[in-house]
């Protein structure tokens, strides 16, 4: 007898603007025992680590891009991808599809573990229309001020770079349409992590 893999639970898709405070409600989540999965990072090992991610961006873009150590140029392919709309695409289809499997392995872990519920740190969610992929989306707002503050002071980015981001992401409005609840980060670490916390509960009871 085919004993059935175990059923796939629930994803709650976490998501917001930059400097938003989305990886603080992350890291909040994760501290209280929920499994996060944080899709940036798996978007970052396929180009960091040696392997056949970096040789299909090799033979997409070019060996410049190859650094020393066998990993790609990320700022130089970035400076490429941003002004090249084709050539973003082609780089999201090789690295997006190694995250799809990358994820789909840590949710048979979380079903295999009987885990009530599985988190999507998804900075780009909305921006790639994955919304009908979860049970319930939660965005993270913040002033745009703060926002700007808070990546200038903690990345040592400037403000004109800060701005590029937030122009090629979804904004606010958008995000209060879409999300199913939202975080206010408007305060301190404590006020947030309270919110963060209370949206999580109401949206497990839910489930």
Known sequence: MTIPAPATPPRIGLTGGI???KSTV?????DAGHRVIDLDAHSRAVLDAPGDGVEEAVARFGDRFRTSGGTIDRAALAALVFADAGA???LEAIVLTRVDRAVAAEEREAAAAGEALVVHDSPLLLEKHRDAEYAAVVAVLARR???IRRVVRDRAKDRAYVESIMAAQVTDLERIRRADRLVLNTTDREALAQRAQHALAVLVGAL
Do not use: K, P, T
């Not at 992350?26 to 994760?30: C, D, Q, S």
């Open 19 to 21: 400097g938003s405070g």
């Open 26 to 30: 992350a890291a909040i989540w994760r």
């Open 88 to 90: 973003r695409a082609d």
């Open 145 to 147: 001020e703060d926002r």
